[in-house]
């Protein structure tokens, strides 16, 4: 995982406090980024076209991996513009990232995901699958907060 730096998010108007008291810990964004069950992903095709879907995914090695239908609209465009915007369902503990998907080729990576996928979700998926398309958000910024403590615990992870 690249180094981190943690300071507040850039919301004009929020009360956002410039001191560093109250904000969260890259442990506990990261604890609920291994947690959640679904994972919403917003893309957008070269033309600016938007979508949106909920995926199964898990986080490993400081990043998030799924898997997704060749031929399916996210697929088409994470192919062809790999910057991603992924969140988990709830709207109190919130954990917002921003990042690349690209294509995860990598075996060794594949085969750590599984044990965990299959334990997560109760199925393992087939990697031999030639309709499946593997992909990792590596983060760039991830957001989060507390809903009960905003704008108290609003952070801002920056990965080098």
Known sequence: MPPIRRLRPKMENYGISASPEGMLEWEWAESRLQASRNYWISTASTDGQ????????????????????????????????????????????????????????????????????????????DLNDPISLYLRVTPQVVLAWLEKDF??????????
């Open 50 to 125: 938007p979508g949106a879907a909920p995926v199964w995914a898990v986080w490993l090695d400081g990043g998030l991996i799924f898997g997704v239908g060749t031929t399916s609209r996210k697929a088409r465009h994470l192919l062809a513009n790999p910057r991603v915007i992924l969140h988990l369902e709830s709207g109190d503990d919130v954990v917002i990232v921003e990042g690349r998907a690209e294509p995860l080729t990598d075996a060794a990576a594949l085969d750590r995901m599984l044990p965990v996928y299959a334990e997560k979700y109760g199925v393992t998926p």
């Open 151 to 160: 704008p108290t615990s609003a952070t801002r992870f920056e990965f080098a």
